[in-house]
């Protein structure tokens, strides 16, 4: 048997599930195994690459305050030996520098938002970088929604994982 994760937008999720259970029936080659909704409102959205950010706060389906940028990092090199021990203290550096200005971004939008979920995605050991930030320790328990499978965060990936976010992930076994 395999699993899958369909993801449903809240809105549709009941028309959905009625036709779900139409076509499979109790016996049917499919069954629902699991449902997770995030109902948390407002939503804190924190989305960090290397060479890009986005954090923001939603209430309801809507963006209530943004910040998007970029940052450069340094992708890795063939380089071997010293210049390649520099190339990496290099990018050590600049991804540093990226998550303390994500953090001030977040610490600012974030921290006082009143926020009841939190969704991260990007990279997740940068963005787990940003969270250990002391200021933010009120998002670190929240119910999380993790989307690292997101591209480089601009405005509007930040729109899709908010919208992603909301919707209702369905498991689906087969």
């Given at each position: 048997?395999?699993?899958r994760?369909?993801?449903?937008?809240?809105?549709r999720?009941?028309?959905?599930?009625?036709?779900?259970?139409?076509?499979?029936?109790?016996g049917g080659?499919?069954?629902?195994?699991?449902?997770?909704?995030?109902?948390?409102?407002p939503?804190?959205?924190?989305?960090?690459?290397?060479?890009g950010?986005a954090?923001?706060?939603?209430?309801?389906e809507?963006?209530?305050?943004?910040k998007?940028?970029?940052?450069?990092?340094?992708s890795?090199?063939?380089a071997g030996?010293?210049?390649?021990?520099?190339?990496?203290?290099?990018?050590?550096?600049?991804?540093?520098?990226l998550?303390?200005?994500?953090?001030?971004?977040?610490?600012?939008?974030?921290?006082?938002?009143?926020a009841?979920?939190?969704?991260?995605?990007?990279?997740?050991s940068?963005?787990?970088?940003?969270?250990?930030d002391?200021?933010?320790?009120?998002?670190?328990?929240?119910?999380?929604r993790?989307?690292?499978?997101?591209?480089?965060?601009?405005?509007?990936?930040?729109?899709?994982?908010?919208?992603?976010a909301?919707?209702?992930?369905?498991?689906?076994e087969e």
């Amino acid at each position: 048997m395999t699993t899958r994760v369909v993801e449903v937008a809240a809105g549709r999720y009941d028309r959905w599930r009625a036709r779900f259970d139409e076509n499979n029936g109790a016996g049917g080659p499919q069954r629902v195994v699991g449902v997770d909704r995030l109902d948390a409102d407002p939503l804190a959205l924190l989305l960090v690459r290397r060479g890009g950010y986005a954090v923001g706060v939603a209430v309801g389906e809507r963006l209530t305050e943004h910040k998007v940028g970029t940052r450069y990092v340094q992708s890795r090199t063939a380089a071997g030996g010293w210049s390649q021990q520099r190339f990496a203290r290099r990018r050590a550096n600049q991804a540093d520098e990226l998550v303390g200005a994500v953090t001030e971004h977040a610490v600012r939008l974030l921290a006082g938002s009143g926020a009841a979920g939190l969704v991260v995605g990007g990279d997740r050991s940068l963005a787990e970088a940003v969270l250990e930030d002391p200021r933010l320790r009120g998002l670190v328990g929240l119910p999380r929604r993790e989307l690292y499978d997101l591209p480089d965060p601009r405005l509007a990936v930040l729109q899709t994982a908010l919208e992603r976010a909301r919707a209702v992930r369905v498991t689906i076994e087969e």
